[in-house]
Protein backbone atom coordinates (compact mmCIF):
# COMPACT_ATOMS: atom_id res chain seq x y z
CA UNK A 1 0.00 0.00 0.00
CA UNK A 2 1.30 3.30 -1.13
CA UNK A 3 2.77 5.20 2.28
CA UNK A 4 2.24 9.19 2.82
CA UNK A 5 5.28 10.96 3.71
CA UNK A 6 5.21 14.34 5.63
CA UNK A 7 7.90 16.41 6.17
CA UNK A 8 7.63 19.34 8.83
CA UNK A 9 10.02 22.23 9.62
CA UNK A 10 12.71 19.66 8.50
CA UNK A 11 16.37 21.84 8.92
CA UNK A 12 19.42 20.51 8.68
CA UNK A 13 22.81 22.19 9.44
CA UNK A 14 26.45 21.53 9.15
CA UNK A 15 28.42 23.30 11.86
CA UNK A 16 27.24 27.03 10.64
CA UNK A 17 26.08 26.25 7.13
CA UNK A 18 22.57 25.68 6.98
CA UNK A 19 21.71 23.20 4.19
CA UNK A 20 17.85 22.85 4.51
CA UNK A 21 15.69 25.44 6.28
CA UNK A 22 12.13 25.12 7.81
CA UNK A 23 10.75 22.86 4.75
CA UNK A 24 7.45 21.38 4.85
CA UNK A 25 5.58 19.53 2.76
CA UNK A 26 3.15 16.62 2.16
CA UNK A 27 3.30 13.48 -0.53
CA UNK A 28 -0.40 11.72 -0.86
CA UNK A 29 -0.41 8.04 -1.29
CA UNK A 30 -0.19 7.30 -4.65
CA UNK A 31 1.03 10.55 -5.50
CA UNK A 32 4.49 11.30 -7.87
CA UNK A 33 5.99 14.09 -6.62
CA UNK A 34 9.13 15.83 -8.52
CA UNK A 35 11.31 17.70 -6.10
CA UNK A 36 13.62 19.93 -8.52
CA UNK A 37 15.46 23.37 -7.59
CA UNK A 38 19.17 24.28 -9.06
CA UNK A 39 22.40 22.83 -7.99
CA UNK A 40 22.98 22.88 -4.04
CA UNK A 41 19.16 23.62 -3.56
CA UNK A 42 19.56 20.56 -1.09
CA UNK A 43 17.50 18.34 -2.51
CA UNK A 44 19.91 14.81 -2.11
CA UNK A 45 20.21 15.83 1.59
CA UNK A 46 16.30 16.15 1.85
CA UNK A 47 16.44 12.40 0.64
CA UNK A 48 18.94 11.87 2.88
CA UNK A 49 17.08 13.04 5.73
CA UNK A 50 14.27 10.98 4.57
CA UNK A 51 16.02 7.62 4.10
CA UNK A 52 18.03 7.96 7.62
CA UNK A 53 21.61 8.87 5.75
CA UNK A 54 21.17 12.21 7.56
CA UNK A 55 19.94 12.77 10.86
CA UNK A 56 18.12 16.41 10.79
CA UNK A 57 18.87 19.49 12.72
CA UNK A 58 15.16 19.62 13.50
CA UNK A 59 11.59 18.98 12.36
CA UNK A 60 9.54 16.12 11.79
CA UNK A 61 9.62 13.66 9.20
CA UNK A 62 6.71 10.81 9.47
CA UNK A 63 5.68 7.95 6.83
CA UNK A 64 2.00 7.02 7.63
CA UNK A 65 1.60 7.68 11.20
CA UNK A 66 5.48 6.97 12.18
CA UNK A 67 7.61 9.65 13.03
CA UNK A 68 10.75 8.48 11.24
CA UNK A 69 13.61 10.84 11.51
CA UNK A 70 16.49 9.96 13.31
CA UNK A 71 16.21 6.54 12.44
CA UNK A 72 19.10 4.28 10.35
CA UNK A 73 18.96 3.71 7.25
CA UNK A 74 18.64 0.37 7.68
CA UNK A 75 15.38 0.30 10.32
CA UNK A 76 13.50 2.30 7.38
CA UNK A 77 13.12 -0.43 4.91
CA UNK A 78 10.30 -1.51 7.77
CA UNK A 79 8.56 1.38 7.08
CA UNK A 80 7.98 0.61 3.51
CA UNK A 81 11.09 3.22 2.16
CA UNK A 82 13.44 2.26 -1.11
CA UNK A 83 15.70 4.27 -2.57
CA UNK A 84 18.40 5.28 -5.32
CA UNK A 85 21.13 7.18 -5.22
CA UNK A 86 22.51 9.88 -7.42
CA UNK A 87 25.84 8.30 -7.73
CA UNK A 88 24.55 4.53 -7.66
CA UNK A 89 26.72 2.37 -5.46
CA UNK A 90 26.79 -1.10 -6.71
CA UNK A 91 28.84 -3.89 -5.42
CA UNK A 92 30.93 -3.66 -8.96
CA UNK A 93 32.12 -7.22 -8.98
CA UNK A 94 28.79 -8.72 -8.38
CA UNK A 95 26.42 -9.82 -11.08
CA UNK A 96 23.80 -7.35 -11.82
CA UNK A 97 21.15 -9.89 -10.81
CA UNK A 98 23.22 -10.16 -7.40
CA UNK A 99 22.73 -6.38 -6.92
CA UNK A 100 19.14 -6.29 -7.71
CA UNK A 101 18.79 -9.50 -5.19
CA UNK A 102 20.26 -7.60 -2.63
CA UNK A 103 16.70 -5.84 -2.30
CA UNK A 104 15.02 -8.59 -1.40
CA UNK A 105 16.19 -8.89 1.82
CA UNK A 106 13.90 -7.33 3.09
CA UNK A 107 11.33 -9.88 2.01
CA UNK A 108 12.85 -13.23 2.83
CA UNK A 109 12.17 -14.97 6.44
CA UNK A 110 14.75 -14.37 8.71
CA UNK A 111 15.49 -10.72 7.69
CA UNK A 112 18.15 -8.75 6.42
CA UNK A 113 21.09 -11.02 8.81
CA UNK A 114 19.77 -14.12 7.60
CA UNK A 115 20.54 -13.17 4.11
CA UNK A 116 23.94 -11.66 5.17
CA UNK A 117 25.24 -14.57 6.86
CA UNK A 118 24.16 -17.14 3.78
CA UNK A 119 21.83 -19.24 6.31
CA UNK A 120 20.37 -22.23 4.59
CA UNK A 121 18.42 -21.27 1.99
CA UNK A 122 14.87 -20.63 2.56
CA UNK A 123 14.35 -22.42 -0.76
CA UNK A 124 11.23 -22.16 -2.62
CA UNK A 125 10.99 -17.97 -1.51
CA UNK A 126 14.63 -17.52 -2.67
CA UNK A 127 14.01 -18.81 -6.63
CA UNK A 128 10.82 -16.83 -6.54
CA UNK A 129 12.46 -13.76 -5.65
CA UNK A 130 15.49 -14.23 -7.89
CA UNK A 131 12.38 -14.79 -10.89
CA UNK A 132 10.65 -11.39 -9.99
CA UNK A 133 14.69 -9.69 -10.28
CA UNK A 134 14.91 -11.10 -13.22
CA UNK A 135 11.68 -10.39 -14.57
CA UNK A 136 12.25 -6.65 -13.20
CA UNK A 137 15.78 -6.97 -15.41
CA UNK A 138 13.69 -8.30 -18.12
CA UNK A 139 11.09 -5.31 -17.64
CA UNK A 140 14.31 -2.35 -17.98
CA UNK A 141 15.66 -4.13 -21.27
CA UNK A 142 18.01 -5.86 -19.08
CA UNK A 143 17.52 -9.70 -19.06
CA UNK A 144 20.58 -9.97 -21.37
CA UNK A 145 22.87 -8.56 -18.56
CA UNK A 146 21.62 -10.20 -15.65
CA UNK A 147 24.74 -13.03 -15.16
CA UNK A 148 27.45 -10.06 -16.14
CA UNK A 149 29.65 -8.19 -13.35
CA UNK A 150 28.02 -5.07 -12.36
CA UNK A 151 31.07 -3.14 -13.38
CA UNK A 152 30.78 -4.16 -17.28
CA UNK A 153 27.43 -1.65 -17.43
CA UNK A 154 27.76 1.35 -18.19
CA UNK A 155 26.83 4.49 -15.61
CA UNK A 156 23.30 4.86 -17.27
CA UNK A 157 22.48 1.43 -16.60
CA UNK A 158 23.87 1.20 -13.47
CA UNK A 159 20.66 3.70 -12.68
CA UNK A 160 18.71 0.97 -13.86
CA UNK A 161 19.61 -1.94 -11.84
CA UNK A 162 19.45 0.41 -8.68
CA UNK A 163 15.64 0.83 -10.20
CA UNK A 164 15.13 -2.70 -9.87
CA UNK A 165 16.57 -3.29 -6.74
CA UNK A 166 14.26 -0.60 -5.14
CA UNK A 167 11.45 -2.21 -6.77
CA UNK A 168 12.33 -5.98 -5.59
CA UNK A 169 11.86 -4.29 -2.01
CA UNK A 170 8.00 -3.43 -3.24
CA UNK A 171 8.53 0.04 -1.41
CA UNK A 172 5.60 1.90 0.10
CA UNK A 173 7.80 5.12 -0.72
CA UNK A 174 10.43 5.37 -3.72
CA UNK A 175 12.81 8.03 -3.62
CA UNK A 176 14.84 8.28 -6.88
CA UNK A 177 17.71 11.17 -7.29
CA UNK A 178 18.31 12.06 -10.58
CA UNK A 179 17.32 8.46 -12.10
CA UNK A 180 17.98 10.29 -16.34
CA UNK A 181 21.19 11.48 -15.56
CA UNK A 182 23.82 10.26 -17.55
CA UNK A 183 20.63 8.00 -19.35
CA UNK A 184 20.03 7.99 -23.35
CA UNK A 185 17.30 9.86 -24.93
CA UNK A 186 15.71 6.43 -25.66
CA UNK A 187 16.28 5.38 -21.63
CA UNK A 188 14.66 8.35 -20.71
CA UNK A 189 11.63 7.64 -22.83
CA UNK A 190 12.01 3.91 -20.86
CA UNK A 191 12.41 5.58 -17.60
CA UNK A 192 9.33 7.39 -18.59
CA UNK A 193 6.95 4.65 -19.33
CA UNK A 194 8.13 2.39 -16.03
CA UNK A 195 7.28 5.33 -13.53
CA UNK A 196 3.44 5.50 -15.52
CA UNK A 197 3.57 1.91 -14.69
CA UNK A 198 3.96 2.60 -11.06
CA UNK A 199 1.47 5.51 -11.02
CA UNK A 200 -1.21 2.96 -13.12
CA UNK A 201 -0.42 0.34 -10.17
CA UNK A 202 -0.99 2.78 -7.78
CA UNK A 203 0.62 1.18 -4.35
CA UNK A 204 3.48 3.30 -4.13
CA UNK A 205 4.40 7.03 -3.64
CA UNK A 206 6.94 8.44 -5.58
CA UNK A 207 9.50 11.18 -5.24
CA UNK A 208 11.70 12.10 -8.08
CA UNK A 209 14.77 14.45 -7.81
CA UNK A 210 15.45 15.53 -11.23
CA UNK A 211 16.74 18.27 -13.39
CA UNK A 212 15.26 16.47 -16.69
CA UNK A 213 11.89 19.13 -16.89
CA UNK A 214 10.07 17.01 -19.93
CA UNK A 215 10.66 13.86 -17.66
CA UNK A 216 9.02 16.24 -14.17
CA UNK A 217 6.44 17.69 -16.89
CA UNK A 218 5.45 13.67 -17.76
CA UNK A 219 5.40 12.02 -15.24
CA UNK A 220 4.57 13.80 -11.93
CA UNK A 221 1.19 15.36 -10.48
CA UNK A 222 3.13 18.08 -8.29
CA UNK A 223 6.17 19.64 -7.77
CA UNK A 224 7.96 21.16 -4.60
CA UNK A 225 10.67 23.42 -6.05
CA UNK A 226 13.76 23.94 -3.36
CA UNK A 227 16.36 26.95 -3.45
CA UNK A 228 18.84 27.46 -1.22
CA UNK A 229 17.98 25.04 1.32
CA UNK A 230 14.17 26.83 1.21
CA UNK A 231 11.43 25.57 -0.27
CA UNK A 232 10.43 27.84 -3.47
CA UNK A 233 6.61 26.93 -3.95
CA UNK A 234 4.64 23.72 -4.49
CA UNK A 235 2.25 23.31 -7.62
CA UNK A 236 2.00 21.03 -11.06
CA UNK A 237 5.17 21.59 -13.44
CA UNK A 238 3.59 24.10 -15.66
CA UNK A 239 3.00 26.43 -12.54
CA UNK A 240 6.82 25.75 -11.36
CA UNK A 241 8.39 26.31 -14.64
CA UNK A 242 6.03 29.90 -15.11
CA UNK A 243 6.79 31.08 -11.57
CA UNK A 244 9.31 34.19 -11.68
CA UNK A 245 10.71 32.95 -8.42
CA UNK A 246 11.59 29.75 -9.47
CA UNK A 247 12.80 30.78 -13.20
CA UNK A 248 14.64 33.80 -10.79
CA UNK A 249 16.32 30.58 -8.82
CA UNK A 250 17.48 29.33 -11.86
CA UNK A 251 19.01 31.60 -14.04
CA UNK A 252 19.53 34.36 -11.78
CA UNK A 253 17.66 37.58 -11.15
CA UNK A 254 19.33 39.94 -13.33
CA UNK A 255 18.80 37.41 -16.11
CA UNK A 256 15.34 36.87 -15.14
CA UNK A 257 14.51 40.80 -14.98
CA UNK A 258 16.12 40.87 -19.13
CA UNK A 259 13.40 37.59 -19.78
CA UNK A 260 10.50 39.97 -18.48
N1 LIG B 1 27.73 16.13 4.63
C1 LIG B 1 27.75 17.43 4.32
N2 LIG B 1 28.57 18.30 4.95
C2 LIG B 1 28.58 19.60 4.62
N3 LIG B 1 27.82 20.16 3.68
C3 LIG B 1 26.98 19.34 3.02
C4 LIG B 1 26.89 17.94 3.29
N4 LIG B 1 25.96 17.38 2.47
C5 LIG B 1 25.49 18.39 1.72
N5 LIG B 1 26.10 19.56 2.03
C6 LIG B 1 25.86 20.86 1.41
O1 LIG B 1 24.49 21.05 1.25
C7 LIG B 1 24.20 21.81 0.08
C8 LIG B 1 23.14 21.09 -0.71
O2 LIG B 1 23.72 19.94 -1.32
P1 LIG B 1 22.83 18.83 -2.01
O3 LIG B 1 23.76 17.78 -2.50
O4 LIG B 1 21.75 18.41 -1.10
O5 LIG B 1 22.21 19.64 -3.24
P2 LIG B 1 21.36 19.13 -4.47
O6 LIG B 1 20.14 19.99 -4.54
O7 LIG B 1 21.17 17.67 -4.42
O8 LIG B 1 22.30 19.53 -5.71
P3 LIG B 1 22.58 18.78 -7.13
O9 LIG B 1 21.41 19.15 -8.02
O10 LIG B 1 23.84 19.39 -7.61
O11 LIG B 1 22.67 17.30 -6.87
C9 LIG B 1 25.52 21.98 -0.66
O12 LIG B 1 25.99 23.27 -0.39
C10 LIG B 1 26.40 20.93 -0.03
O13 LIG B 1 27.74 21.31 -0.05
MG1 LIG C 1 21.76 16.08 -5.58
Known amino acids: MAARLTLQDVNLRFGGVTVLHDVGFTVE ?18 FNCISGHYRPTAGTITIDDSV ?46 AWALRLPPTGRRERELRAEALELLESQGLGWAAGLAADELSHGLHKSIELCRALLMRPALLLLDEPAAGLSHGEVEHFIETVK ?31 HGSKLMEGTAAEAQADPRVIEAYIGKDAADDAA
Open 197 to 227: GLRDEADVTVVIVEHHMGLISAVTDRVVVLD
Open 68 to 113: VSGLAPSRLAAHGLARTFQHPALQLHATVLENVLLGAHTRLPGGPA
Open 29 to 46: PGEILGLVGPNGAGKTSL
